[in-house]
């Protein structure tokens, strides 16, 4: 078992997965069971699996060899210290669906081993500042809005503290909310280049 857990994320963040089963329990690593958020005051620390294997723009983590085989559902999130805290579940990268499947106790397959990537009105977090701030992308070569770009929003050049991110309308907009600073602003979209990162000014 390896490599189960898989994000395209060309960040230089951290990421970690949080897996769930269809009761809606959450693994709990070191115990080794499903159990509600919270039990015995645990937090992200104890069920984030640190996806600490990148190839690329890719990231990986592997499938915990204690977890029965059935269906799950894996949130990954950007992780913004050292280890998983519960102030990084605002930040969602992406998630995705687990069907492992058994022949004489085996590990045959992995029936849907997709990360989404983020899409409009699904797993973003546009910031928790006091500014509203329209973020506007258009084609270079047509200047048309450009839809369905996400859009990452960090306050450091390196790109590594993560404070929102959406994806663009079909008018070509996201809208942050943020407090004022300077962010950088990354954009993706497949078959389009862009300034990365781009520097805005937020008052």
């Known amino acids: 078992m390896a490599g189960e857990w898989k994000l395209g994320w060309p960040y230089s963040s ?6 769930f089963n269809e009761a809606g329990l959450v693994w709990y690593i070191v115990g080794q069971v499903f159990e509600a958020w919270g039990t015995g005051s645990r937090t992200a620390a ?8 990148t190839t690329g723009n890719f990231h990986y983590g592997d499938r915990d060899a204690n977890v029965a085989n059935g269906a ?3 949130v990954i999130h950007v992780m913004a210290g050292a280890s998983p805290a519960d102030s990084d579940l605002n930040y969602i990268a992406g998630s995705q669906f687990f069907d492992w499947t058994t022949d004489d106790g085996q590990v045959l397959t992995l029936e849907a081993f997709e ?9 973003r977090t546009l910031g928790t500042g006091s500014i509203s701030f329209d973020y506007t992308i258009t084609s270079s070569a047509t200047d048309l809005p450009l839809e369905g770009v996400t859009v990452v929003v960090t306050t450091d050049i390196a790109g590594a503290n993560l404070v929102a991110q959406g994806t663009t309308s079909i008018l070509g907009v996201v809208t942050f909310e943020l407090d004022a600073g300077t962010y950088y602003f990354w954009c993706d979209k497949s078959g389009y280049s862009f300034t990365r990162p781009d520097t805005e000014v937020v008052a």
């Not at 951290?14 to 897996?19: D, K, P, Q, R």
């Open 46 to 53: 104890d069920y984030g699996l640190v996806l600490d294997k």
């Open 72 to 74: 799950y559902t894996g």
């Open 14 to 19: 951290t990421l970690f997965g949080v897996l």
């Open 115 to 123: 990360a989404r990537t983020l899409e409009a009105d699904q797993y």
